[in-house]
């Protein structure tokens, strides 16, 4: 396509290298705080490692390779001032190293301890919730599985697979007014209408307002 | 992926290497040996010889044998260090047609790039003979203290012999890498190396695999072969106070003198005192023969070389100082070079330090495989190890007449740029004519000359009022290039500057494809025979023994007949040898064979061994 033979993961990063160069000669060498002159060698010999030319020897450098040069000239100058006292003492004065974040107090770490703690604790009561949550949720699916189960097999008169979804839900949810309900038409139709209206006025108990619940017991009755 | 071979391309004495897994690797020679002598020769026949095979030829064909042709390398014809090396060599050296040197070899000149070439070539064939592959590329070592012109030729010289030099590496840094190399250091590390024809110091920070050159300095004048030379005119001067002849005037004798001083040299480096026995050396008269015999002694080599030692400690001096760098922060000292075994040398280092050299790396292979080191970091695209080098000399410009303004100063690590505001000093100026320079000097003349180029069409204007921007860049592998723009039209103009080896591109492209010719129609490896085996043997022994008895018997009318003949039955041996003869070296072996026997009957006469 081009003459240079340089992948474009090795173009984007020296791409990302000369926006650094652009910058301090602390940034294009990754140096902040107070490095010594052994940090800033040590920093040189790693850019210069990553952008001499020589590492891409063979290679068809094309544009790059002038950019290449350019970098590692960079990183030598950056290396010069810094290296030597006196010019870094200038060059300092003019653009300060950054600084990396300052080491925090013991208070500071006791307080950050205690947050971590809460935090920590705050997360617990949550997961415990949404534990419970879920819980509610799981018990809430299987009763109206067995609530719908019970009201087909009541539906087709399979009256075993009713009895047999009547007896799980009031396992599961005694107290409630479809469990109730559910268990009057039951018994109602196996002809114990006694039972069945009491089921039912319980339900109405619960729940006077319910349409279905109150035509039974006018069923059952003939009033009320 | 081709592998890349690192050349350390010495004086006296050249090697190869590559780095495997294991680590870097030294390449012997056919001859098995890991070290190969930068001499080269062409026979009578036309026949290129390299090495040993050239070296031991040498006694016999001096005119024709070239050695140090390192330290011509580069240079142009009349600088005072070329006029006196060429004063002092036995081979015939003329200026060229670019103001460079050019060596006369049996039919036609040659150029130093072509003379190197062909211990590349040599370099370049033992690897491949070593790996079983094609080899065409290259890290070759240059003496830090090179100029870019010298670089230049070293690639030149790559190129005809077919090697693609992919890169030029200071010695003493090849030296530190192959010291540091994964030992995971963080140190400050000085390099002393005094090698054949030159010395070099180089301080080093090494830190997280990073190899940072902060200094450097060197005499590319100054090294193993100077040493030689004090030993040659200490025997001359002796040999002419007795005789009143000047060996010097006689090119067999001065070979032979150069190769017994270096051989004493090195033997002293072992022992305290060495015996120097020349029989023969001088015939003023039909039958007359006068033998050079001496003895010399540690202490003497030390007095006639301590200048020389002192010079190297002057320049570590030097580069500490230039870079404004503390003694006391080095931590290790690395000994480089054939010439760092003389016990005066490492004593004086150690003094100068204030602590013994670090042991453990070997003087005559460590810069091969710094480079072999090198050529793989290249090659993998390393993220672990880097190379930091500077630039050894001030580079600038001259702009009509005026002083050598330096835009980049000697020690910068490379690559590196700068930016200078040049103006014009006459009113309505049309052009400006602008010279780049490298070196040391204030003074223009004293630099090298890297190249020149015009900035023209400029607007009139009175003097001083244009401004042009001149950019110098040195790339990671060295390239110089100068941007100029006139800052008002924005008119720019780059050029890159080639440093000049003395050779143009068509005479390069010339010698390339001569060699190649040359390479498909001789120089097919041979093994090495039993018979070039008995004869090298035979040539040893007779080499030790005759001295010893030539004192004896020389006086006697028997002993001289068979001295003379011995001589020359050495000499047939060698030059069969040398030619690589084979009918020649089967005959040569009789009249050796019964010379030895005669020495070994008088010797065990006197009781000797």
Known sequence: MDDCDLSAADRSAIEEAEKLAQGTHWEILGLMGEPTATDVKRAYFAVSKRYHPDRYFGKRLGPYRARLEALFVRAKKAHDVLVDDEQRKQYAAKYPAPQPPREPTPEEIAREKRLEERRKQIAGERSAKRKEGLKTELLGLKVRKLASNARAALDSGDLEAARSAVESLSAENPDDKETLFLSGQLLEKQGKRVQALARYRAARELDATDADVTKAIQRLTGRE | MNKIIGIDLGTTNSCVAIAERTGPRVLANRQGHNTTPSVIAVTETGKRLVGQLAKRQGITNPKNTIHGAKRLIGRRWEVPEVQRMVSLVSFVCMEGPHNDVRVHLADRGYAIPEVSSMVLQEMKLIAEQQLGETISQAVVTVPAYFNDNQRQATKDAGAIAGLDVVRIINEPTAAALAYGYGKGLEQRVAIYDFGGGTFDVSILNIGQGVFEVLSTAGDTFLGGEDFDERIIEWLRGEFMREHGIDLRQDKMALQRLRDAAEKAKIDLSAQNETDINLPFISSPAKGQALHLQRRLTRDKLVELTSDLIERSIAICEKAFKSADLKLAETKSVILVGGMTRMPRIQQRVQEYFGMPPSKGVHPDEVVACGAAIQAQLLAEGSQDTLLLDVTPHNLGIVVAGGLFDVLIAKDTTIPTSSTKVFTTVRDNQAQVRIMVMQGDSAVPQQNELLGEFVLDQLPSKPRGEIQIDVTFTISADGIVSVAAKDVATGRAQTIQVTASSGLTPSEIADMTAENQD????????????????????????????????????????????????????????????????????????????????????????????
């Open chain 2, 518 to 609: 040359y390479v498909t129609a001789f120089a097919k490896p041979t093994e090495k025979d039993a018979e070039q085996v008995d004869l090298e043997g035979l040539l040893k022994d007779i080499e030790q023994i005759m001295p010893k008895v030539s004192a004896v018997i020389a006086g006697t009318e028997f002993g001289t007949e068979a001295l003379k003949k011995a001589a020359a039955a050495v000499e047939r041996a060698k030059a069969a040898l040398a030619g690589n003869q084979r009918d020649a070296m089967a005959l040569a072996k009789g009249p050796l064979q019964r010379a030895l026997s005669l020495f070994k009957t008088v010797t065990a006469k006197l009781g000797g061994p």
